[in-house]
């Protein structure tokens, strides 16, 4: 698609209804590898975790009986034999090895995208501009108000539908600074050869298996965001915002009362 087939009369701005642009290519193109990387390291990362679906705190888990500590979470045998089923994990039949391969693989593709997106971010003054709340939209009283919309399932139509809103920032926000680094570093705190050059990251994190832990909260956050994304693309109308991130042309919802 080269162009809007409909543009608003000079000077009136974008109304209900117009065909405007709402991503640029390097949004759409992270999107897309962000999911099939996030997708396949979450896959592998379960087989990985069925190697021993307990978690702990601290630096030795249960590695050694002297130094041992009690899980704080233990799903052995959640589904038979292993905490999570084939049809969920990457590769289906287990296999440690195989889903380590997978899950370094994307890792790497991962963070050189991230890396990459980010910086684009921050060097055009993106994640400023459109990403951090205001003060105004922070206040409990705007907050609460934002909630209501959305438990309403009332969207931003209009012009109002290219911004983001108060909670939209707050979720993307979480995602880019919070999550995405966070599951990366906790990644590498548990490489062995990247914790013996850098030993600050087991500090950082207080030891290989709270590092374990993190990893396994922070990628669960991605699910739920992952979960919420995909429900408020489906009700807001999944044509036009699927479209919108593959051609980047989005048609803005026409306001209530606005002629066809």
Known sequence: MDGPTETPEPGTGPRGGDLVRRHGWPTRVWHWIN??????????GLMIFNAHPR????????NAREYSDPAWLDLTGLSGRTAFPGWATIPTDYSLADARLWHLAFAWVL???F???LLWLLIGGR?????????????????????????????PKGAAALRYNVLQKLAYFAVLFVLLPGVIMTGLTMSPGLNA?????????????????????????LVVF????????????????VRSMITGWYRLPRERGEEA
Request: net charge positive; proline share 4%.
């Open 35 to 44: 999911l099939a990387a996030v997708t396949v390291m979450l896959m592998s």
């Open 55 to 62: 978690l702990y705190w601290g630096e030795y888990g249960s």
């Open 111 to 113: 963070a050189l995208a």
């Open 115 to 117: 890396t990459a997106y």
């Open 127 to 155: 994640a400023r501009r459109d990403l951090t709340p205001s003060r105004s939209e922070l206040a409990p009283g705007h907050l609460l108000s934002d909630i209501a919309q959305h438990a309403r399932l009332r969207f």
């Open 197 to 221: 050059a850098w030993p600050l990251l087991l500090d950082l994190f207080g030891g290989r298996q709270s590092a374990r832990s993190l990893h396994f909260l922070f990628a669960g956050g």
């Open 226 to 241: 992952f979960v919420v994304h995909v429900a408020m693309v489906v009700l807001a109308g999944p044509f036009n915002e």
